[in-house]
């Protein structure tokens, strides 16, 4: 594979993959806030 | 008997005798090394056992660095096995709140942009590369792999520099590693002009609200979990660096192993930094540093890290157009891993602009982010080599 064809599928795969994978984490962890919200769980500590 | 003593006193001049020019510059190096770790107070926690390592290194005939030799000993134990950076990040993420983070998770994005620096950095480099041979200049050949390890110096995380140097260009570890260390401890100095240059006068001057940054202790125990099943999948060549740092995020945050926690981040971390530094110090022997492709090295670290800030201001300001002005891009300069350095540039920077404006909170969980992003960075790129069978 020659340079040119090797950088550009890094620049292109590698940092979307990257940006993907951190937006897919993102929406995770909006998910696991809403599920186990901070409210909640200090009122369960209370009791 | 003459010839005895004379020999016995040859063996005391030796050292000076071999001595060459590039040892000195190196021992010369050493002593910057000390002088920014101590006078400056530049990350002295590696500054110094790196400065110290190279002067020891670069004593001829000491045999350090050869099979046997103390340093070569350390060396092949925790570098080339890759077990003091991942040691590392046990400590790192026994000490890193990612609270910030989960409490504004769209900064999880902003850590993405500032690895751009890694991809377009190697591709540069790989560019030096092609047009060297027409050039006539030997020092600007890189292989892929080689040109891999400098674009990784844009993770600006050093145990991530380490462990991708080590496994794939051993003779660029000094280089990267000094390279990353040092434009770590720059960012204060590197950002600055480029989040002003990127952005305008009123984005600057935006004034963030403040949210709500309480996380449930349940969210906080289960991020490291995901975290490590998620990027595990997605990018399972760099799964040792996610890993280590999740781990040790899990030891933190569980509050059920505070010992194991406080030795992470505290003995772990600290007896590992030392060996890891004095190890780093012994590859910058002068024969193998002293060379024009170091300071291309250099150069080439300086463009990524630099890089670095211009993907998170311009993603910041991406953010800021579709929500309407409710994000102030400055904070996109924290999405790289200096932690928690680059948080505190933007909100100096913010404040410069708008005494009223407080956007530390928001630049933390860039930060926080983006020592996620580097490392996710850095596995992303193995498994694409991986899966393109280049390793």
Known sequence: MDNWTFGFTMLVVGMGGTLLTLAIMSLLMSLLKRIFPYKEEKEGGQK | ?391
């Open chain 2, 1 to 391: 008997m003459l010839e005895a003593i004379l020999n016995g006193l040859g063996g005391l001049i030796a050292g000076f005798a071999n001595l060459e020019l590039s040892n000195v510059i190196m021992i010369l190096i050493g002593f910057l090394l000390l002088y920014l770790g101590i006078k400056k107070d530049m990350e002295p926690l590696l500054l110094l056992p790196i400065g110290f390592g190279a002067i020891m290194v670069n004593i001829p005939l000491a045999g350090l660095m050869e099979p046997e030799g103390f340093l070569k000993t350390i060396y092949d134990f925790g570098i080339i096995t890759e077990l003091f950076p991942l040691l590392i990040f046990i400590g790192v993420g026994a000490m890193t709140d990612f609270g910030p983070v989960l409490a504004n998770p769209y900064t999880f994005l902003l850590g993405a942009a500032g690895q751009l620096g890694i991809f377009v950095t190697l591709f540069m480099v790989l560019s030096l590369d092609s047009v060297s041979g027409a050039l006539g200049l030997d020092f600007l050949r890189f292989s892929k792999m080689e040109a891999v390890t400098v674009g990784i110096i844009g993770a600006c995380d050093g145990p991530t520099v380490i462990y991708v140097a080590s496994q794939y260009a051993r003779d660029l570890l000094g280089p990267v590693s000094v390279a990353a260390y040092s434009y770590m401890s720059l960012v204060p100095l590197l950002q600055p002009p480029i989040m002003k240059a990127l952005t305008t006068k009123k984005e600057r001057e935006i004034i963030m609200k403040t949210s709500k940054t309480d996380v449930s202790k349940t969210t906080k125990i289960l991020f490291p979990i995901v975290i490590t099943i998620l990027g595990g999948l997605i990018a399972p060549k760099g799964l040792p660096l996610l890993a280590t740092i999740m781990l040790g995020n899990l030891l933190r945050e569980s509050g059920v192993v505070p010992r194991l926690a406080k030795a992470a981040e505290n003995e772990i971390a600290n007896i590992v930094t030392l060996l890891l530094g004095i190890t780093i110090g012994a590859t910058m022997s002068g024969p193998v540093f002293v060379q024009p492709r170091t300071l291309v090295i250099l150069a080439l670290g300086f463009i990524a890290i630099c890089l670095d800030t211009v993907g998170g201001v311009l993603l910041g300001k991406f953010l800021c157009f579709i929500t309407r002005g409710k994000i102030n891009p400055l904070i996109g300069a924290a999405g790289i891993s200096a932690f928690p350095m680059a948080a505190r540039v933007a909100q100096k920077e913010g404040f410069k602009y708008n005494k009223k404006n407080y956007l530390l909170m928001h630049a933390m969980g860039a930060n926080a982010g983006g020592q996620i992003g580097s490392v996710m960075a850095a596995a992303v790129m193995l498994s694409v080599l991986k899966g393109m069978g280049i390793i």
